[in-house]
């Protein structure tokens, strides 16, 4: 989808499933002048602590977390977190959840 000046910008909704009070929307824009990307948003209903934040090849929750296919990694570059040189596009390292979630 095209955002403003030509980049583009995506949207995720996050649910954790009927068993689960995680819930959320992140936003993502692409600058089209130099290819990063923003990725904005909340998400609540999380035990207090840290937690991984990935993106992964598929949406598809159907069967939780193991329908959702490994991480983004077109470039096959190895696991990482942001901090490292060499990492896939699909690590972006933790996110950390205060005492209400």
Known sequence: MAGKAGGLKGVALIGGGANSTV??????????????????????GL???MHGFHIHVFGDTTNGCNSTG??????????????DDERHVGDLGNIVANKDG
């Open 23 to 44: 819930a959320g929307a992140l936003h993502f824009f692409q600058d089209p002048s130099t290819g990063y990307t923003e990725v904005r948003g909340r998400v609540t």
């Open 70 to 83: 490994p991480h983004f990694n077109p470039q096959n570059k190895p696991h990482g977190a942001p901090i």
């Open 47 to 49: 035990s207090p602590g």
